[in-house]
Every structure is written in C-alpha cells, then in structure tokens.
Antibody, heavy 123, light 109 residues
Framework: QVQLVESGGGVVQPGRSLRVSCAAS????????MHWVRQAPGKGLEWVAV????????FYANSVKGRFTVSRDNSKNTLYLQMSSLTHEDTAVYFC????????????????WGQGDLVTVSS | QSAPTQAASVSGSPGQSITISCTGINTDVGNYGYVSWYQQNPGKAPKLLIYDFINRPSGVSDRFSGSKSEKTASLTISGLQFEDEAHYYCCSYTGNSVVFGGGTKLTVL
C-alpha cells in the first residue's frame, strides 16, 4: 500500500534553515508529482509547493517563494523541502501528498498523504 | 492566489443532509475550474473525498457527493453520521498555484 513518511522536523531558530524529507513506498514514485502542504497550529491547510514527477517543474505558494525549495530524488524515492530564512509564521505540521494519476500537477488531486511532521520556529 | 471561501461551520443531525459550499473558484484559466474536497479529523492527515468536482475515489462512501455551479463547488453529505464530524476543505487551482479554502467545521448534533 502507499506509504508516505515525513521526517526532519523539529525546533529551529528564526532565520535558520531546515530540510524535511518524505520517504515514499508502495507505488512508482517517479510516476507521480508530489505536493507539500502545511497546517499551522489550530489553522487550516495551506498549500506550499508541488514538483513534477521528473523534478523539472516546480511551483510555490507566494508565502514561501524564494525561501523554500522543493526537490526529489527518484532513485531514493524521497521528496524534500528545503526551508530557509524561517520565521514564526512557518511553524506548522508539514504534510507530503501524492498527486493522483492522469492529472496535471496544478489540478489538485492529492490522493495519499503522510502523517505530517511538526516544524517549530522558535528562539 | 486568492483562496476560495467556505463557511466556518455547519451543523446537522444524524440522518440529515448538509451541503458545504466553496465559492470564488478561479474559472479564468481555460474557462475551466478544478476542485477537490478533503476531510480532516483532529490530529490526522487529510483524506481525499472528491476530485474533478464530482468524482469519488474508490473506497469513499457514496454518501459524499460533489457538484459545481459556475464559480461555486459544493460538497453534500447525505445520511449524516456522527463519524462525519470533521473539518472539510475544498482545494482549487489558480493557474500557477494551488489554494485551499479556509475549511468548514461540521458538527453532528
């Protein structure tokens, strides 16, 4: 079955960087675009970024553009989110999610989700 | 990247039907919008309920249905059950990004 497992979260100081990862299994990782979605404590879902199946195309939310970078290693079945210049507003649970088949990656069809990983930006 | 609008909360009794709306969908791109719906229970990952406005993935109860009217997408839950109490989010695209609605808290009284 499809499994997505996030890791790398934790407490980080404002202005610093952090990379979270998402290990995928149970499906052909290289055939699917992948999304990052975050949720601040007590708040709703916020889309962060998407990367195409081969890594050649990437799109970002305005709130993270220029600070966050999404990437993937299809040989390792792993998705990454490199976050820099972190602020308190980036404190959230970060979910990775698989884009379902046969849909362009910006037509959101997030058919499988990880359990999320908490990133806390605090001094 | 303006987000679609959802009511903050809705409530219903077991057995009733309720509808959650998602307004302000961007239909400017190719005269076509796109919406999916997600259910989220506290402390859990979201779950896909509806995609392409009206399609249900396998395994999702047929009590959940989606519809579209111009710039509004709707999620209807029929035969309401206590287990349906959760947050519901619509999700759409803007042409160069994806946006979630603010979410609707469903309370089953």
């Amino acid at each position: 079955q499809v499994q997505l497992v996030e890791s790398g979260g934790g407490v980080v100081q404002p202005g610093r960087s952090l990379r979270v990862s998402c290990a995928a299994s149970g499906f052909t990782f290289s055939s699917h675009a992948m999304h990052w979605v975050r949720q601040a404590p007590g708040k709703g879902l916020e889309w962060v970024a998407v990367i195409s199946s081969d890594g050649s195309d990437k799109f970002y939310a305005n709130s993270v553009k220029g600070r966050f970078t999404v990437s993937r290693d299809n040989s390792k079945n792993t998705l990454y989110l490199q976050m820099s210049s972190l602020t308190h507003e980036d404190t959230a649970v970060y979910f990775c999610a698989r884009q379902g088949p046969y849909k362009w990656m910006l037509m959101p069809f997030l058919d499988n989700w990880g359990q999320g990983d908490l990133v806390t930006v605090s001094s | 990247q303006s987000a679609p609008t959802q009511a903050a909360s809705v409530s219903g009794s077991p057995g009733q039907s309720i509808t959650i709306s998602c307004t302000g969908i961007n239909t400017d791109v190719g005269n076509y919008g796109y919406v999916s719906w997600y259910q989220q229970n506290p402390g859990k990952a979201p779950k896909l309920l509806i995609y392409d406005f009206i399609n249900r993935p396998s395994g999702v109860s047929d009590r959940f249905s989606g519809s579209k009217s111009e710039k509004t997408a709707s999620l209807t839950i029929s035969g309401l059950q206590f287990e349906d109490e959760a947050h519901y989010y619509c999700c759409s695209y803007t042409g160069n990004s994806v946006v979630f609605g603010g979410g609707t808290k469903l309370t089953v009284l």
